[in-house]
Nanobody
């Protein structure tokens, strides 16, 4: 069982930066691949970024590639999402999630545990 709590969301102007954090409970955090997803009003939840259990592999959605960076610190049971050059279309509730699959996945169907989400709003 893993419990996830996101933080770091807020209101930022276009071009600005935010860093989201996701703190996990439990002693097995390092066994899970971690992902960030987001959901904008009226839209389906979409993949943003994922990182393997050891941090050696990362995947990004094309829409955020080159602007967002996912990282993790297994000593702190925390995964991060550094978001730079933010755009109004990045506005959404951002969720972190944990996956126990063998391979790193980008589909939310493979993620077992979810946080409650944190709101990110980018003004133009």
């Amino acid at each position: 069982q893993v419990q996830l709590v996101e933080s770091g969301g807020g209101l930022v102007q276009a071009g600005g930066s935010l860093r989201l954090s996701c703190a996990a409970s439990g002693r097995t955090f390092s066994r899970y691949h971690m992902g960030w997803f987001r959901q904008a009003p009226g839209k389906e939840r979409e993949f943003v970024a994922a990182i393997s259990w050891g941090g050696g592999r990362t995947y990004y959605a094309d829409s955020v590639k080159g602007r967002f960076t996912i990282s993790r610190d297994n000593t702190k049971n925390t995964v991060y999402l550094q978001m730079n050059s933010l755009k109004p279309e990045d506005t959404a509730v951002y969720y972190c999630a944990a996956s126990s699959t063998v391979d790193l996945k980008t589909s939310d169907l493979y993620y077992n545990y979810w946080g409650q989400g944190t709101q990110v709003t980018v003004s133009s």
